[in-house]
């Protein structure tokens, strides 16, 4: 079965936090006070990212085959 490698990035912001992005989606960005909580809501945020592009495109982009895709941590 094919992959995609992606990479979470994590930053140590204020107040002792922790900033995690996928660098291949700047716009995929998350906090929380620990870099496992930080992970799970990144995690969550590219779900989310990615759905909103599926709800976006348009009905004359041609013939589709839906794909599914499973994140895990």
Known sequence: MPSLQLSIVYEPVE???TQA???EYPA???AARTRE???ELVLDALREYLLSLADESSPNE???EPVALTITA
Do not use: P, T
């Open 15 to 17: 107040g002792g936090w």
């Open 21 to 23: 992005r996928i660098a």
């Open 28 to 30: 995929v960005i998350s």
């Open 37 to 39: 909580a930080a992970k």
């Open 62 to 64: 041609g013939e589709r």
